[in-house]
């Protein structure tokens, strides 16, 4: 094994285990939650909660994954990993931060303004409990397509990108259909993830093999 992929196995170990790690971390409180030992009230967000100045729970809230909470933790894991693979780890990190807490508090926000102008217009998600590994999620996607987007430029690739995007909010929606206006942080989400992966500058040297990337620009690159 050349040293290059030799160093690139290691790194990719690395963030694997990272990666891991969380994702054990957030099942032993799913499971800790679904036990009864760990109340959603000490740690979910929701409209009025954060309105009464609990802003810790904006952050509490995003250690427990929602229901279905299986796919939820494997999707967590497998989209994390892909992000950790393709940007640098203080921007799937970042990513992560904004498109839980900053996508919430803008729904939040959005939600705030509208009862202002229509009192009571969404009355019965003022203290719903907001919870789930989703919006992070959604901005870890928002952070691959980005860098997808940049490194693979063919139209093919670009396609084959936002094909990618529907398929997996299609899956999202398949496992949770009962959506409601809080869901909306998901695309807020997904958008701050695209930001912050646009804003930071790519790393000098590219994060995969060079012989992955021509495979992949074989595959996306129209004959």
Known sequence: MKYGESVHLWRLTGRAAVICAF??????ATVANRAGWLGLSHLAASPRAVAEGKI??????????????????????IVGFAALS?????????????????????????????????????????????????????AWIGVISCMLWRRY???????????????????????????NALDSEHVVAFALGVA?????????????????????EQLLTPA
Do not use: K
């Open 196 to 216: 912050v992966a646009a804003w930071w500058p790519e790393p000098a040297e590219p994060l995969g093999p060079d012989d992955l990337d021509r495979e992949l």
């Open 86 to 138: 393709l940007a640098r780890t203080r921007v799937v990190a970042v990513a992560a931060l904004t498109g839980h807490v900053l996508a919430t508090l803008v729904v939040y926000g959005f939600l705030g303004a509208a009862d202002a102008v229509d009192h009571g217009a969404f009355a019965s998600l003022d203290s719903q409990p907001d919870i789930g590994l989703s919006a992070i999620i959604a």
């Open 153 to 179: 430029r063919s139209r093919r690739a670009r396609a084959i990108n936002v094909l990618a995007c529907i398929a997996c909010a299609l899956i999202g929606l398949a496992f949770r259909p009962d959506l």
């Open 56 to 77: 810790w729970l904006l952050f509490t809230s995003g250690v427990v994954a929602d229901q279905p909470w299986l796919p939820s933790l494997l999707g967590f894991a």
């Open 23 to 28: 994702t054990f971390v957030a099942g032993i």
